[in-house]
Each structure stands twice: as structure tokens, then as C-alpha cells.
């Protein structure tokens, strides 16, 4: 691999290409999370570390991968204010031949949230955005957030979208108010039909919605599937199987580090019985394509 602080991603030289990782902890020691919700979480995914993106890069750049990175900015919802996506998009800079930076922008920002968007990919080379619409409290279909996904669009960037159940919230009373009806992939069908070149990503097998999620992805071009959150030995035998045929250009290696390991990810995933044409297809060639890191 190139130093750190190289002119970008040897494509060749990589083994694969994480397009899900958090940040969860600022360089000021600020959480992504409310320590109420980071505890819940701890205990519904097990205890974890809480890596810098220093630490990051040093991770995945040791394993000859790339990690696309990102926080959650759900501060109307949950009144906890986010990290920050320019200090993200900054420390991935400083790696930018491990690390590839997306943003979060909460959409219940308007205007304010369409100019940060543009101001982040124009000015600090944000790639795409995460949305997770069940802890940010909106339908993925909710015309509010339309200004915003135009934006993405005329931008070339990407939109990743959380699909399914969430470990967030989950044992806390009420599941702290997070809403899971938002995870279901069909409401981001209508995103797709209305705005036809924006690239998305339905993040995670989309349990209890994974038929949707196929279903979305096989009949809308630009629409993708990454494999993270769940250990491949648990993926339901329908996206294994789309995965090796119809959706085999689709479909994208993610972790959803550090909550799941890639080292664990992996392991499991050289069980499953993924075509052996196939493999280097979800592993490392269709993020290339999708992310332009090949360009």
C-alpha cells in the first residue's frame, strides 16, 4: 500500500473494500452515540472498541483493504449532537490509501443540510451519504428529504441507506422511540424510481425484509446491496442465492466495523458458498466500480 497521506487507493493492491465502518468517538472524545444508547448497543452487539480513524486507517491498511467511513447525524431526532462529517472527511484525507469518506446530513435540515452536502463532496472529496432512517425519524419516501437526494444525484455521490432491524435502541424501554417501519427497503423504491441516476446502497441483510430488498435491487439499476451487520453463516438462503446470479454485480462486502470485525466477516464469509467467480465481485470489484476508485 502507499504511506499514509499518499495520493490515493492502489486498487491493485488491495484484497477487498469495506463500504460500511463507523466512527464512533471524535478526536475530542465525543460519542456518535448518547452514552444511554451506546450502552444498550454494547449490549445487544457485544463490548467493542471505539477506534480513531488514525487507528481505522492503521487497521485496514494492515489487511491490504479499504474502508469506506462514516458517522449518523441524528440530532433532531435524538437531540445528541453528531461528530463532525469535515473532521471525518479530514482524517480520512490524511489516509486517503486506506480510508473513503462519506458524510452524514440529518435530512430534517432543509436547506441548511442540502448546502453542507454540496460543500462536502465540492470541497473535502465526500463520496456519498448514510442515512439511517429509523434513528433519524423519517420515511425514506418523506418528500422533505428530496431536496437532499437531488443534491446527492447532481453530485455523482452515493446514498447508502440502513435497511431492516436495528441493534440501536433495541432492550431500551420503548426501543428508545426508534421506529423500525423506516428500515423497510420498498420505501426506498420510490427514491430510486424518482430519482433514476442516483447510486444507492441498501445496507445490511434487510431482516425482516430481505425479499424487498432483492426485489428492489434486481428492478432498479442503480441500486446496490451491502452484506453487513450479520456474520454470513446467518444470511437468509435467498441472498445467497441472488447474490451468486442476479444481483452477483450488485451485491458489496461490508462490515459494519467495528460492531462486527472484517477478520470475522471473512472467515465466515470463505464458508459460504459463494461462486468462486463471484467472490472477487463482492469482495473488492463492485465497490471499485461503484465507488470510481478504478477512475
Known sequence: MREPGGPGINVDELMAVDVHTHVEVSKDGHGSLSPHLFGASEQYFGSHERPTIAEMAAYYRAR???????????????GHPRISNQEIAEGCAEHADVLIPFASVDPWKGRAGVREAVRLVTEHG??????HPAIQGFSPDDRMAYPLYEAIEELGAIALFHTG?????AGVPGGAGIRLKYGNPMLVDDVAADFPNLKIILAHPSFPWQDEALAVAVHKPTVHIDLSGWSPKYFPPQLVRYANTLLKDKVLFGSD??????????????RLDIKPEVRPKILKDNAVRLLGLGS
Open 165 to 169: 432491524q436495528t441493534g440501536i435502541g
Open 64 to 78: 491490504r483493504m479499504a474502508a469506506v467511513v462514516f458517522t449518523v447525524d441524528a440530532e433532531h431526532a435524538t
Open 126 to 131: 465526500v463520496r456519498g451519504f448514510k442515512f
Open 257 to 270: 466495523y467495528p460492531v462486527i470485525s472484517p477478520d470475522r466477516w471473512l472467515a465466515d464469509f470463505d
